[in-house]
Structure formats: structure tokens, C-alpha cells
């Protein structure tokens, strides 16, 4: 079993639609990252969290950390919103990022 | 300036050539990054250079010499590579000594090597 699980793996949705993408974890982190990369391209750090909610724009992230457990949500969402959507844990005791598999999102016009 | 820049962005280059990867940012951080990212995959951490000094070494092969001249500048130079050293090369950099340090990327350079 992964570190670090990303669900679902693939989504397809209309644009508008409210989207949420979710990160669960099985290690004791010290924060967790929400990253976008476009296809061919480099990566965007969105948010880097160690509690509670960050907002940006039409982006929100939200931890529980007793739970484990992380969730990114787009809202309005729009085709240049079309990316992978990664989730990386900072471990407690380490200083190399664990990576999700990502979660590839297409919003379709 | 929150921006890391990488060139070239595009390199194709044959298993005899030497070339070079370069790195840039200007945010005053101390901590710079290499990552190598194949195909649908997530970024494997390469080295990670700390106050201009080789920090970590992820035991990658000595054909991959990183190089930190200064604490805004960190050069990959490429020497007898392999095809399957083809990938996306990512530079991040971080603030140093914080609790935790979030990681700025770069937009890559994408890597051929025939």
C-alpha cells in the first residue's frame, strides 16, 4: 500500500462543476503540499498545509490531520483548470517530500 | 520574483555529449533541488544542495554532477547518459531551517538522450 493515496484517479466534468480531489496518508507529516502540473510542463505548488483550511481564489484545501486525510476543491471550475492534480506529504521524521500518483482532471467546455 | 527558471527547456543530446542544465531563483533561498520525472510518474528526488554544500545524494550515478556556484544559480552537467536517463528535469527551491519549507518548481527541461 502507497504512503500516499490520491482519489480518484482520473475525473472528467462539465465546466462550473464543484470539484473535489482527495489525499489520504499513512505517515506522520509535518505539512502536505497540493501541486498542479500541466501536461509537458513543470510543476505549480497551489498550497503547502500543516492545519485547517487555505483558500486561493477558486481554490481550497482543507487537512485533518487526525484523520489523515486532505482534500483539494476547484470551484467554477474551467477547461485551463485541465491538469494533474498532485498530493506530497512532508514526513515528521524526513526531509524528502512523499508523492502521490496524481489525479488527472479534465473540465470539458 | 517567485519564480525558479530552468534552461534549456528542450535538450536532445547524443550518449557521447557533455551538456549542462541550469537553475535559477532569486526568492533568497537557501535549500535548491533536483528531481528527475519520467512519464506519469511523480518526481524522484536526485540531490539537494543546502547553503551551496551537497546535502543529499539520492545515489545517483556519477554521470549526473551537480554543481551550486552561488546561492541564486545550481548546474547539472550531463556526461555519458543513457537512454533511459530521457525524463523531465525539475529544479525546486525552498527556504532553509523552518519547520517545514515549501518547495518552489521550476518549469523543467525536458531531456532526450538518443
Known amino acids: 500500500k502507497n504512503e500516499v493515496e490520491q482519489s480518484p484517479q482520473n475525473l472528467t466534468a462539465q465546466e462550473g462543476e464543484f470539484i473535489t480531489i482527495n489525499c489520504s496518508y499513512s505517515?506522520?507529516?509535518?505539512?502536505l503540499h497540493w501541486l498542479q502540473q500541466h501536461p509537458g510542463g513543470g510543476i505549480v505548488s497551489l498550497f503547502m498545509l500543516s492545519s485547517g483550511k487555505k483558500k486561493h481564489g477558486r481554490l481550497i484545501a482543507t487537512i485533518n490531520i487526525q484523520e489523515k486525510h486532505s482534500s483539494l476543491h476547484i470551484t467554477a471550475s474551467h477547461p485551463r483548470d485541465s491538469a494533474v492534480y498532485i498530493c506530497a506529504v512532508l514526513p515528521d521524521s524526513n526531509y524528502q517530500l512523499i508523492w502521490g500518483a496524481g489525479t488527472k482532471l479534465i473540465i470539458k467546455p | 520574483d517567485t519564480e525558479v527558471t530552468q534552461t534549456p527547456k528542450h535538450l536532445v543530446m547524443g550518449m557521447t555529449n557533455k551538456k549542462s542544465l541550469k537553475c535559477e531563483q532569486h526568492m533568497g533561498h537557501r535549500a535548491m533541488y533536483w528531481y528527475k520525472q519520467k512519464a506519469k510518474k511523480p518526481p524522484e528526488l536526485m540531490f539537494v544542495y543546502s547553503y551551496e554544500k551537497l546535502s543529499i545524494n539520492e545515489s545517483v550515478p556519477s554521470r549526473f554532477s551537480p554543481e551550486c556556484p552561488n546561492s541564486s544559480l545550481l548546474n547539472l552537467h550531463l556526461h555519458a547518459l543513457q537512454p533511459e536517463d530521457s525524463a523531465l528535469y525539475l529544479c525546486?527551491?525552498?527556504?532553509?531551517?523552518?519547520?517545514?519549507?515549501?518547495?518552489?518548481f521550476g518549469p523543467g527541461t525536458r531531456l532526450t538522450v538518443l
Open positions: 525546486a527551491s525552498s527556504q532553509v531551517g523552518q519547520l517545514y519549507n515549501e518547495q518552489f
Open positions: 505517515v506522520g507529516i509535518s505539512a
